[in-house]
Structures are given as structure tokens and as C-alpha cells.
């Protein structure tokens, strides 16, 4: 189990908001939580320093290209690149120092997985560097995968069927839960249990972890394979619900050598 620190960037700056509020149509509508005012490499390079490998750049919508490009040149391998990305540019985000490409939308086709073009980004980048993005929203007892800034309802389900299916072609899952995304008010637990009973390729869970109790729960109904990440409740983004210096201690690679190093142990 791993925390997975992210960078979500809108409109140029780092921010975090109410994943379900994101809209083509209408930006007024987006619900921001917290806007800072420090570049996105200062993340990237805080993540670096603190040795955790694994967060995602996510671009919510245009205008945020920069911001990512200068992001990936502080922690070149480092960090996995999302938002936008498709056959055309999915190489070119690696070569600007992407460890991995996150894809969603683009192999999505008439509410279905477009297998042809899935199958082609996979053969073209090598499926080691693709990660596929399955966030979803809650319908009745399923959870449908949403596209187009989480606002459209694709056709397919997350199972474990599904899982199988498209595994042959990435490294990871990366599955928010789009319905508590960015309102610190717990995880969706029936989730992280249907992801912890499959055990196949990484899976990081991205939604409404707000305390300890919800990553204790991740670790739990997850079996201690489902890796997390934090947004709006970690305290370098306004939060009040968990420290990021705590996590660190906890899941940071350079301070687990450091405490190995004096005799101590992490949980």
C-alpha cells in the first residue's frame, strides 16, 4: 500500500476541487476547495525530495500544459502525466518526462472501450508506460464509468471482468470515486472492497479520503494492495483532515531508509 501524492491542475494553477462539478460547458459551475498560490514544480519537487514516486499530474481541461511540462522537468520518471492524452500525444509526454501516460476518455468510443484504439496506444507506448483511468460514479448497486470531465455515463461497469479484460494492455489502474471526490467526506467503501477482492494489476483509489479511519479502511477492505492518494483534506491544500508531513513518515521511501537506518519500524 502506497500513497500516491497527486497535482491537479485547472486553468494553470494547482488546485483542488469537487471532481463531479468539472463541466465543458459551464466553468462557473466548478466548485474550487483550494487554490495555490505556489507552481506546480514545487510539488513535484517536494514529492521528490520526501521519495514518493507514483503521483499523478492530472490536467483538468486546456490551458494546463505548462503548468504539467514544468511539473515532469522537476521529477523527470517520477510522476504519471493524465488529462488529454491520446495516440498523437502520449509519446511526447513521456519524452517531456512522464514516468507513465494516464488515459481515459480517448479509448472510449459510443459509451464502450474502444478496443482498437486502446490496443494501438498500448502497442505504441508500450503497455509498462499506460495507465488507465476507470473513474467512476455510482448508478443503483453498479459503478459506471464516467468520461468527459467525469460528466458522461459509458456503458461499462467496474468489475472484475472488466479488470481482466483491459489488463493485458496497461501497467495500473488509477479509479477515482467521482460521486465523494473532493468532499472530505469518506471514501465509497463498497468500491475499495469490489477493487480489493481482484488481484491483478496496481490500483491507486483517488475520493473523498478525509481521516485516518478512511486509509485505515483502505488498508483493510483493499487487503493492503490498493495504493490511495489525498487531495482536499491534506493540509498543503488548505485541508484539516490529515497531515502531509504523517504521510510521509509513513509511505515516504526516503524517510522509511532513513527511520530502517536508525533501527525503527513503519506501519
Known amino acids: 500500500m502506497k500513497f500516491r501524492p497527486c497535482i491537479d491542475l485547472h486553468q494553470g494553477k494547482v488546485k483542488q476541487i469537487v471532481g463531479g462539478t468539472l463541466s465543458d460547458v459551464d466553468e462557473a459551475a466548478v466548485q474550487t476547495n483550494f487554490t495555490t498560490g505556489k507552481p506546480a514544480e514545487w510539488f513535484a519537487q517536494r514529492y521528490r525530495a520526501d521519495g514518493l514516486p507514483g503521483g499523478h499530474v492530472i490536467q483538468l481541461g486546456p490551458g494546463n500544459q505548462s503548468a504539467a511540462q514544468a511539473a515532469l522537468k ?16 502520449a509519446a511526447d509526454w513521456l519524452d517531456a518526462g512522464a514516468a507513465a501516460v494516464i488515459v481515459t476518455s480517448w479509448v472510449f468510443h459510443d459509451g464502450n472501450v474502444d478496443e482498437a484504439r486502446l490496443k494501438a496506444l498500448s502497442r505504441h507506448i508500450g503497455p509498462a508506460r499506460l495507465v488507465l483511468d476507470l473513474s467512476c ?62 488481484t491483478g494489476l496496481p490500483i491507486t483509489y483517488a475520493g ?59 506501519s
Open 208 to 266: 473523498g479520503v478525509h481521516s485516518e479511519q478512511d486509509i485505515q479502511a483502505i488498508a483493510g477492505l483493499g487487503k493492503g494492495n490498493i495504493d490511495f492518494t489525498v487531495g482536499s483534506a491534506l493540509d498543503i491544500f488548505g485541508g484539516k483532515g490529515l497531515r502531509y508531513g504523517d504521510l510521509v513518515q509513513r509511505f515516504g521511501a526516503t524517510r522509511r531508509a532513513e527511520n530502517d537506518l536508525k533501527g525503527g519500524t513503519f
Open 137 to 198: 460514479r455510482r448508478r443503483g448497486n453498479a459503478y459506471v464509468v464516467v468520461t468527459d470531465r467525469w460528466q458522461r455515463f459509458t456503458r461499462e461497469t467496474i468489475s472484475h471482468r472488466l479488470l481482466d479484460r483491459l489488463a493485458p494492455f496497461c501497467s495500473e489502474y488509477l479509479i477515482h470515486a467521482v460521486d465523494v471526490e473532493g468532499r472530505c467526506r469518506g471514501i465509497e467503501t463498497d468500491l475499495v472492497a469490489l477493487l480489493g477482492r481482484w
Open 74 to 89: 522537476a521529477w523527470p520518471g517520477g510522476l504519471q502525466l493524465g488529462g488529454g492524452v491520446t495516440l498523437d500525444t
